[in-house]
């Protein structure tokens, strides 16, 4: 029999078994009653015991025979209980008399529930480690014999093997839970049959059917060929089969289909199991849904194609440098300005490429900037270049470092532009990048630890610095973190963590903070409560916030751009309503002039009307024209003012008798103040009188018939201010802020159907800025009439004779008649020219292409060529070089007819050879004064085209 002595170790030979198999929260089982049971009868004793031990107390798993209050005991402190003993030795303790072991002789179960002998074994697990006992007690001394401790110990070994198989099952029951409860699809399938169709499917989780939209039993027994679907790479399907034919892992991404057939990308990862003897029985498959990274990387790319098609595409000297400046890539624009190739300058240094030639000192310079750059600096500074053509041009020119997400700069970009007759607001790019890089270096998350039964609050320091306060600045409560909520938002971060405190589920909140200085400041927070897991109720609340004020002003933004989008898309349709309007207006009375030029032909005064009718028609259709045209050289700049010395009075009658047909159409009354004293201006006359006309016009549209206008002009100061007013609808005080605005009108009645398409008063502010003055609208609202008020500086100096415009048409030199070819492929407008051609007596051919017109001009040898430069085989540029490359030609009068009077379409027509530019449709006025002034034998000169031809109906620019 043991020694009870040698059965008793120090303290610190105890284990730290504080539930290290995790046996401690094992419920008692009938089988456990059983064991005690057994051991009591087994070895004669009145009283059985199975203790646990969990850190410093003894858990009662089953007991027989201890009298009342033991036995209703679930637990006692390890200190008092003979299971110490046991476990500390790990081996049998044997007392035989319980008043004669000094271990034992004061603890109170001595005399209650009186235990005079005491023999307990270590119930130890398969890697040694003591995790309770087995005792049985005796009320009177006892020699326990080595029978007893054998048979005690087989016992034990039984309970041991008992506990090990529940933990295993509890373990399978937690992985199975784990599994269940994961959010990436799970699912087992067998490992046979290898080919078609397939392994059929045993498990799946909940999360598998959450993704596919299956219920387990329409999985299960089947092969996963059910999420095939038309987009499903075959290729990849291939590799997957063999890959599990071969027994081996396969990870591989694919779209998939779920049960309603919408498809969504997968991430698969398969791994085949095997048994004991190394056979595989089965696959396990995880798959995770990763269509939003798949979407973020298509995101990715479409950003890639724009960078590289804005890099190609940008108007700007752009490129790419190493650290070290080796040029790496440049775009066309750089490239195109020395007219190189990049094959040319790719892998040099960039100061000895062309761009920085010719100068040491730039050279220095720019070393000098690389290296900074490299440091991590942003580099801008101005320097001057030459092209190709040897055009010097400014460029401002700048550096910027690109680094990584280690910090380190990893590419250098150049960036030229040319700044000769423009410049950027360089600064406030400068001041957006730097907001950029405050808002990158602040971005991170804080994480909240809320204490419940305390209330006491922490913060991490990412939060402080968030809110602007600092440790000790926020009390350490929740009541100190909702005075820092915007009021409004208090009561609903109140609800939504009692919510997620009281049922368990997870806080997910934006709301307002208010800073110090004021501000306002949108935190995302997610959380979650922590539980004790005897009572079941919550002790804690942990999560993270972060700031996304960015996120909501940007929403904010798009809001606002799409009513703004919105507007202009009703004000696009409003405008192209208008535009079918205005454009249907003059040609329905063209159509019925037709009609009744068909019907009534033989009517000589019929004909004369309908020709008056159509002719005022299509000089509406002209200005029509003429005014969206207007519009889109002034926003881009290519009108060009011919200024001089010029009489107001002299254009306030021109554009009064312009208007007049309209005045007396609508019966208004017109009256005209002038100062008595000649008004001088430094103005383009056809232009401000196209200022008049617009305003006068206006007038009369918008008031009633019988109304009256009155045309104004004093002199105030060094300046004349011109009004024009009228008694008509007014204008709404909501109006008159954007009332110059294109395309901007008031509701307009069916009376009032001709008023135009919107932009006369955006033409007018614009000519009027041009010649440095300003123009005002008033109006005391609807019904009330308006007022336009022009002002613009005089002229000084002496009056000078200003030239006056001679009564009648313009007088047409001797007549004389002409060999004239038409070139132009529009077959109606070709004859129907030749035939007016005719009609003054000149000799007319036509030819409807460049081929025929070459073949035709040699045998027909014209003094004068009408030339269309939209020709189908060939352009007209073409057809008039080969013209004058012909001796025969040189000398001969070639006229180009184009829909284009840019300023560039006048110079290519000038560099082919062209004497003249007509835009269409042709100022038939001025064609007769050209062809009648045409000096015989000589070409007229090219000057011609430098001084665009005005006429009252034409601009031609």
């Known amino acids: 029999m043991s020694n009870p002595a040698e059965c008793n170790p120090p303290e610190e030979r105890l284990p730290a078994i504080s539930g290290g198999m995790g046996i401690s929260e094992i419920a008692p089982e009938p089988d456990f009653g059983r064991m005690t049971r057994l051991a009591a009868r087994m070895l004669r004793a009145p009283i059985a015991l199975i203790c646990l031990v969990d850190g410093d107390r003894q858990t009662f798993k089953s007991i027989v025979g201890l009298p009342e209050p033991w036995e209703s005991r679930g637990e006692i402190l390890l200190s008092r209980a003979f299971c110490r003993l046991v476990i500390g030795g790990r081996r049998p303790l044997v007392i035989g008399d319980a008043r004669l072991h000094p271990e034992v002789v004061s603890n109170p179960a001595i005399a209650d529930p009186r235990v005079a002998a005491y023999l307990g074994v270590p119930l130890l697990s398969r890697d040694g480690e003591a995790i309770g006992s087995l005792g049985v007690i005796d009320h009177a001394p006892r020699a326990w014999e080595d029978e007893d401790v054998a048979a005690l110990g087989d016992l034990a070994g039984m309970i041991v093997t008992k506990i090990a198989l529940r933990r295993g099952l509890t373990l399978h029951w937690v992985l199975g839970s784990a599994v269940q409860e994961a959010n990436d699809g799970f699912l087992i399938s067998e490992a046979e049959p290898i080919g078609m169709p397939g392994p059929r499917v045993v498990y799946v989780n909940d999360a598998f059917t959450r993704m596919t939209g299956y219920e387990p039993g329409e999985i299960l027994g089947r092969t996963l ?13 291939d590799l997957i089969r063999a890959r599990i034919a071969a027994r081996q892992p396969v990870r591989a991404e694919l779209i998939s289909y779920r049960k309603d057939r919408s498809e969504h990308w997968v991430e698969l990862n398969i791994r085949p199991v095997a048994a004991a003897d190394g056979r595989t029985t089965h696959f396990i498959a995880i798959q ?28 700007e000297f752009i490129g790419l440098l190493s650290p070290d400046g080796m040029l790496l890539k440049a775009n066309r624009t750089a490239l195109g300005f020395l007219g190189i190739d990049l094959a040319e300058v790719a892998g040099k240094p960039f100061w000895e490429t062309p761009w920085w030639s010719g100068s040491a000192e730039r050279v220095a310079r720019l070393r000098s900037a690389i290296a900074e750059a490299a440091r991590g600096r942003f580099v801008r500074f101005e320097t001057e270049h030459s092209g190709a053509d040897g055009r010097v041009i400014t460029v401002d020119f700048s550096l910027t470092p690109v680094r990584d997400e280690s910090g380190e700069v990893v590419l250098l970009i150049p960036e030229g532009r040319d700044v000769t007759e423009r410049k950027r607001d360089e600064e406030a790019i400068r001041s957006q990048r730097q907001l950029l890089k405050l808002a990158t270096r602040a971005a991170g998350l804080a994480i909240w630890d809320w204490d ?38 208090r009561e609903d971060v109140r609800r939504g963590c009692a919510e997620a405190r009281d049922r368990g589920g997870e806080y997910r909140g934006e709301h307002r903070i208010l800073l110090p200085d004021g501000t306002i400041r949108w935190i995302a927070a997610r959380g979650g409560a922590l539980y004790d897991e005897a009572t079941g109720a919550a002790t804690r609340m942990v999560g993270v916030c972060m700031d996304v004020t960015e996120r909501k002003d940007l929403e904010q933004q798009i809001r606002d751009r799409a009513e703004r989008l919105a507007e ?89 008798a312009t208007s007049e047909p309209l005045i007396k159409a609508r019966a208004h009354r017109l009256a005209v103040e002038l100062p008595d004293r000649p008004v001088r201006l430094l103005a383009d006359p056809l232009r401000l009188e196209q200022v008049l006309v617009n305003l ?30 009228d008694s008509g609808v007014g204008i709404a005080p909501e109006l008159l802020p954007r009332i110059f605005d294109p395309f901007t009108q008031d509701e307009r009645a069916p009376e009032r159907s001709e008023a135009g398409l919107g932009i006369g008063l955006t033409l007018v502010r614009s000519l009027v800025r041009m010649h440095e003055g300003s123009v005002e609208a008033r109006s005391e609202g609807p019904g009330r009439g308006s007022e336009f008020l022009v002002r613009l500086p005089l002229l000084g100096g002496e009056p000078a004779p200003v030239p006056v415009a001679p009564d009648g048409p313009l007088a047409v030199g001797t007549a004389r008649s002409w060999r004239v070819l038409v070139i132009d492929d529009n077959v109606p407008a070709c004859r129907s020219l030749a035939l007016i051609l005719g009609e003054w007596g000149h000799v007319v051919r036509i030819c409807h292409d460049g081929a025929e017109a070459l073949a035709t001009a040699r045998d027909f040898r014209p003094e004068v060529v009408l030339l269309d430069i939209g020709l189908p085989d060939m352009d007209g540029l073409t057809v008039a070089r080969r013209l004058r490359d012909r001796p025969e030609h040189r000398n001969t009068m070639l006229i180009a007819m184009t829909g284009f009077g840019h300023d560039e379409d006048r110079r290519r027509s000038l560099e082919a050879g062209f004497d003249d530019h007509l835009v269409k449709p042709l100022d038939l006025d001025a064609l007769e004064h050209l062809l009648a002034d045409l ?21 031609i620019a």
């Open 452 to 489: 419940l039964a305390s209330g006491r609050t922490t913060w991490s320091g990412e939060f402080h610095r968030l809110v602007g306060l600092g440790p000790g600045e926020i009390g350490e409560t929740c009541d100190a973190f909702e005075d820092l909520l915007h009021p409004d938002d």
């Open 225 to 237: 060929r059910v999420l095939d679907g038309p987009k499903t790479d075959r290729a990849t399907l």
């Open 288 to 315: 995770r849904d990763i269509s939003e990274r798949k979407e973020a990387e298509a995101r990715l790319r479409e950003s890639e194609r724009k960078f590289r098609a804005i890099f190609d595409g940008s108007f």
């Open 696 to 725: 006068v016009n206006n007038a009369a549209k918008y008031t009633d018939p019988g109304g009256s206008i009155r045309v104004e002009a004093a002199i105030e100061g060094g300046e004349v201010v011109v009004r024009v007013g």
């Open 935 to 955: 000096d015989p034998g000589r070409r007229s000169s090219p000057a011609r085209l430098a001084e665009p031809l005005e006429s009252g109906l034409f601009s």
């Open 568 to 656: 202009a898309d009703r004000r696009k349709d409003e405008f192209l309503a208008m535009l079918g309007h205005e454009l249907r207006n003059p040609l329905a009375p063209i159509f019925h002039a037709v009609k009744l030029l068909e019907l009534r032909d033989d009517d000589p005064e019929l004909r004369v009307e309908m020709r008056a009718l159509i002719d005022r028609q299509v000089r509406s259709l002209a200005r029509l024209v003429d005014d969206l045209l207007d519009v889109s050289r002034i926003t881009r700049g290519k009108i060009q003012l011919r200024k001089e010395a010029v009489d107001l009075a002299a254009v306030v009658a021109r554009a009064v």
